[in-house]
């Protein structure tokens, strides 16, 4: 799993990883939201 943020995207390789990655992948895009409030409009772009 990899988080391309100028996408705003994140891929997983395995469906496996989605259980296993799914708290680490809330928490960075929770993080990456409250960083980026100022352009939290273009995260759902």
């Known amino acids: 799993m990899y988080v391309d943020w100028e996408s ?3 891929i997983v ?3 496996e990883d989605i259980e296993n990655t799914l708290p680490i992948k809330t928490a960075m895009v929770t993080a990456r939201m409250l960083y980026c409030l100022p ?3 273009t ?3």
């Open 8 to 10: 705003q995207n994140i």
């Open 13 to 15: 390789d395995k469906v």
């Open 39 to 41: 352009c939290f409009p």
């Open 43 to 45: 995260v759902w772009a």
